[in-house]
């Protein structure tokens, strides 16, 4: 049973460009959040996917934009890429809400920006 | 409290010894408490997920307890092995579905 499947693994942009990251969710799981984790520092939660709306959202400007696919995977789009965006971006399923059993993180993107 | 608070930092701890940490947590809109273990090089792993207060979770040698009323958790390891040393994240999720992190404590057990 594959956990959660993120891509790419390490990437590299300029400032001022645009990303997309990916994130296909454990089998059964239909709720995706996504979290951006900087050297030091707990993860920060930057929004909630569930249903293909996002369900909730954290203190992050409107650079960060998502999406959820029918199928329940989910993409985080960056745009006008910063050097504060370099972080290690996780991604996270669960079913529902979590409050039962948790959610299951994938490895996470390392993104560098340059 | 407004954040999700974990004390300490780090700890050194002796194989064969046992250990506790804390985690603190706003009590308003509280709906769950999560523990997470994130060894280097892999993903966070859930531990316990826990909801009301005073529930006390087990697994193996690791344990946790929840006080939701003063909004903390314990989290305790017993006679720690060298295959504990990680970092320990809580998380505690509100009634609206947002999970809020703390910065975890990071265990190192010498052998």
């Given at each position: 049973d594959?956990?959660?499947?993120?891509s790419?693994?390490?990437?590299?942009?300029?400032?001022?460009?645009?990303v997309?990251?990916?994130?296909s969710?454990k089998?059964?799981?239909?709720t995706?959040?996504?979290y951006?984790?900087?050297?030091?520092?707990?993860?920060?939660?930057?929004?909630q996917?569930?249903?293909?709306?996002?369900?909730?959202?954290?203190n992050?400007?409107d650079?960060?934009s998502?999406?959820?696919?029918?199928?329940?995977s989910?993409?985080?789009?960056?745009?006008?890429?910063?050097?504060?965006?370099?972080?290690?971006y996780?991604?996270?399923?669960?079913r529902?809400?979590?409050?039962?059993?948790?959610?299951?993180f994938?490895?996470?993107?390392?993104l560098?920006?340059? | 409290?407004?954040?999700v608070?974990?004390?300490?930092?780090?700890?050194?701890?002796?194989?064969?010894?046992?250990?506790?940490?804390?985690c603190?947590?706003?009590?308003?809109?509280f709906?769950?408490?999560?523990?997470?273990?994130?060894e280097?090089?892999?993903?966070?792993?859930?531990?316990?997920v826990?909801?009301?207060?005073?529930?006390?979770?087990?697994?193996?040698?690791?344990?946790?307890?929840?006080?939701?009323?003063?909004?903390y958790s314990?989290?305790?390891?017993?006679?720690?092995?060298?295959?504990?040393?990680a970092?320990?994240?809580?998380?505690?999720?509100?009634?609206?579905y947002?999970?809020s992190?703390?910065a975890?404590?990071?265990v190192?057990?010498?052998?």
């Amino acid at each position: 049973d594959a956990g959660v499947t993120q891509s790419p693994t390490h990437l590299i942009k300029t400032r001022g460009q645009q990303v997309t990251l990916r994130c296909s969710p454990k089998s059964g799981h239909d709720t995706v959040s996504w979290y951006q984790q900087a050297l030091g520092q707990g993860p920060q939660f930057i929004f909630q996917y569930y249903e293909e709306e996002e369900r909730q959202r954290g203190n992050f400007p409107d650079r960060f934009s998502g999406h959820q696919f029918p199928n329940y995977s989910s993409e985080l789009n960056v745009n006008a890429l910063l050097l504060g965006d370099s972080a290690l971006y996780l991604c996270a399923s669960s079913r529902g809400s979590g409050a039962s059993y948790g959610y299951t993180f994938g490895s996470g993107t390392r993104l560098t920006v340059v | 409290i407004l954040n999700v608070e974990q004390s300490p930092q780090s700890l050194h701890v002796q194989e064969g010894d046992s250990t506790n940490f804390t985690c603190s947590f706003p009590s308003s809109n509280f709906y769950a408490l999560h523990w997470y273990r994130w060894e280097t090089a892999k993903s966070p792993e859930a531990l316990f997920v826990m909801t009301l207060n005073g529930d006390e979770k087990k697994k193996g040698r690791i344990s946790a307890t929840l006080n939701t009323k003063e909004g903390y958790s314990y989290l305790y390891i017993k006679g720690s092995q060298p295959e504990d040393s990680a970092t320990y994240l809580c998380a505690s999720l509100s009634n609206d579905y947002k999970l809020s992190f703390g910065a975890g404590t990071t265990v190192t057990v010498r052998a």
